[in-house]
Each structure stands twice: as C-alpha cells, then as structure tokens.
C-alpha cells in the first residue's frame, strides 16, 4: 500500500567534495544540491555538454558486478549505492548529485563521510508530503542460482536484518540488524567495503579497483599468498611490503566491528533499495544480499508500486463494523438526505479517508438524469468524493459540527465508467499537501468493483459557520 504521513525533505545547502573513483581511479568532485519537492534523488554528469541527469531508479540499473551501475542513454554512473545508503539513512528525499566524472568516490569505503557531510548541511522539511510503501503482506523474492534471498514482512516501521555465509574459515558466518534508521550513523555508516584476496587478482588484471588500497577496503585472505600475488598487491597498493595479520585481514587494517562485513552489506541493501524510489516501511531481512539481487528486488518492489499507483483500488472489508456509519458522518456533515452522498467512513488517518456510497435506483437525481438509463452524474461523483474528503478535514478540529466545508478548486478530473443503480462506490482521498489553516488539497479516486470510475483534484477550505455568513 502507499501511503503519505510525513513531509518530504531536501539539503539545506549545497555540499562539495572530491575522492578517488574505486575502479577509474580518477579523482571525482561530487556536488550536493537542494533539489524541489517530487524531485527524487538525480545524478548529473556535470562533465557532459549537455550535462545528462539520471535518476535513482532501480529501472535504470545496467550491471552489477562489484557495485552498482545506473545508465541513460549510454551515460553511466558507478558505485552509487553507498552515498545513496547516507541519503537514506539520512531521509533524504530530493537531491540533485553532480558528478565530474561516471564514479562516485570510494572514499574510506564506508557512507561514514557521506552522511556526516549530508548532516552537516542540514536537512529541511519541504510542503509536500511523501510516499511511502508500507508492506501489507509477505514478499519474497530468491535468487535460485547461488540461493540469495529477500523477505519482506509487514511492520510499523522500517527495518533491516542481514546474514552472510561465504563458506569460508577466515570470515564465517556473520549477522548485522538496524533496527531503526536513527542508529544508522553510529551502527552501519562506518562499515567499510571488503573484498576477498583471490578477487582482487581478476579485477587488476581487468583494470578495476585502480582507486582501491588498503584505507578504503578489507581484505580477507583466505587462501595461502605465493610470491607473484605478493609482487602484484605491492605494486597495485605502493607497498613495500604486504602481511597478514591473525585474524586473517591483509596489512595492518583493524575492523571497526565483529560483523564489519555483515554490516557493510545491510549498507549496500539500504543503498540499493532506495532505488525504489520512495522509502520502505517494513520489516527488510536478506539472506547474501548482493548488488544483483538487491537491484532485482528494488525493480521487483517498483514494479508492484507502479502496478499499485496504476489501479490505486483500496482494500476494504465490508464486514468489518465502519469507522463512521451515516449517523456519525451527519454528526460532522453539515449535509442531508438527498444531498448527504456519503454512507460510510470505511478508513480514516491523518492524510487520507476512504468511503462509500451505496448507489440505488431512490436517488432523486435519476428521477431526471436518464430515467430511462439511469446514470449517476459525474459531478455528483465529484461532489460525493470532496463529502467524503470533508470528513478527512474536519476530523482535524475538535468542534466539526461549527464548520462548514466550501470547494476552492477542482483540477483534472477524468471520468472513465459509468455508474448505474446497484452500484457501491468506494472513495480514496489522499493529502497532496498537509492540512494548513483549514485548507485541504486533496487527490481523489472513486471506484465500482474495484474499477475506477472516476478521479480528480480537489482543494477545499472549512470555515466556521458564523464567518460563513458574513
């Protein structure tokens, strides 16, 4: 289900700073900007004339292999999903990320400085509210080829629970948790990136990692080093020489934690889900997470978003007692019989409402409106949605029977099917803005079995009655 509760947020003041890229090796300067509300988080490529902007969607991914790769249009950007992890864990929701080159930096291969850059620029409220998709039932996704795993389960808030098995002595099995995201700069940001030592062989041979040395990456050694691998990591790294210490960790690198590793992971799966789009309230528990399965999962859960905002049918269960029966929505509507068009109050929050209108042939609008064809008027379809999103406003003052509610506006309305006698139709009104001195802007659908019929947006405003007259 998506939903809105809270306001969407941006950087307070642009943030500037340069590292090495992990696989080019180049020195890459990154520019944070403040970016409007329903922004989003976008990459420029400010080396480009013109600059190409991406977004961070999980349908722009290209490749995965050792981090992530977004692509428009032949244009790239590399290893985003740690700065996008800082964002994240930062509540970040618009930004503009200006890159001089295709990689964001490694820097200590951590979201360490990321996060404390993106804090020390402040983070500010903007009007809009933002979505979110709050898990309503179990979803699952394996990666049947290496046995890699996502769950996610329902929950009032957003957390991540992470394993990893490489089958191997020097690092073992190994589990990290974050339980809430304010625990995320302390418990997750610092974890750094690790690696592997028969990996690295492959990856200089092919180029990469040119950025890589032993500041912004753990290595494992699990296997014996032979003088030409030594000879190879002493030039790759400027060393004079290479060790390894007893736990197992090349040269003098000391871990920050038990679990750096798993920790780092559950890093990288908050890195790239938010290419979503738009946060996850859930309980997020991945088994072997890795860039390929992350980025499968995030296009899994945009989908299911797409397909959601596309059908926007809310769930209802008639047989469950109503928040509001007709007696109580009269008790706050101002309106009555034949103009009352709403019966039931189905949900009720803070940032939206859904309702019901039974719809029978004793309407006194089809004694004129075809009665030879009856069909419900479009506009009263109107009306019966702005009653039902009048009962949404009203609900915020504590005397709603002193006010009375008056449209200000009505903008794109579509009206898509019919609606006949014997009909029951559904009413989902969400906030586009938070309620502000008795102002309500609001989206509204309405339904029949679950098809919508009809849509729009409505602005209206609550007045007390005794100012309503003068």
Known sequence: MITSSTAQTTIKKEISFQGIGLHSGNIITVKLSPAPENTGIVFKRLDLDPQVEIPALANFVSQTTRGTTLVLNEVEVKTPEHLLAALSGAKVTNCF????????????GSA??????????????????????????????????????????PADRTSYKVMIDYHTQVLGSQFASLEQLSEFEN?????????????????LDKGLIKGGDLNNAIIYVDKTLDDATLEILKKAFGKESITVKRNGILDNTSLYFPNEAARHKLLDVMGDLSLVGIPIQGQIIATKPGHKINTDFAKKILTLIKNERKLNVPKVNLEVPPVMD??????????????????????????????LKNVTMNE?????????????????QIEAMAQAGGVLVLSTVPDPENYLTFFMKIDNVKFKKPVYPGDTLIFKLELLTP???GICNMKGYAFVNGQQVSEGELMAQISRRNDAKE
Do not use: C, W, Y
């Open 187 to 203: 418990e997750i940001a610092p974890a750094r990136t690790f690696s592997f030592l028969h990996e690295l062989k492959p990856l």
């Open 364 to 380: 006194s609008f089809f004694q004129g409106h075809f009665p030879g064809a009856p069909v419900m008027p479009g506009v009263l």
């Open 435 to 437: 309620i502000r001195r």
């Open 112 to 153: 360490l400085e990321f996060f404390k850059k993106i804090k020390e620029s402040g983070i500010v409220a903007q009007e809009a509210l933002q979505e979110v998709f709050v898990v309503q039932e179990i979803i699952r996704h394996i990666d049947e080829e290496n046995g890699s795993e996502f769950i996610l389960i």
């Open 97 to 108: 990320i200006g890159l001089s080159g295709e990689e964001v930096p490694i820097l200590d």
């Open 326 to 355: 007709i007696n109580q929505i009269m008790a706050m509507l101002p309106h009555r019989p034949p103009f009352l068009l709403v019966d039931r109050i189905l949900e009720l929050t803070e940032t939206h409402v859904v309702g």
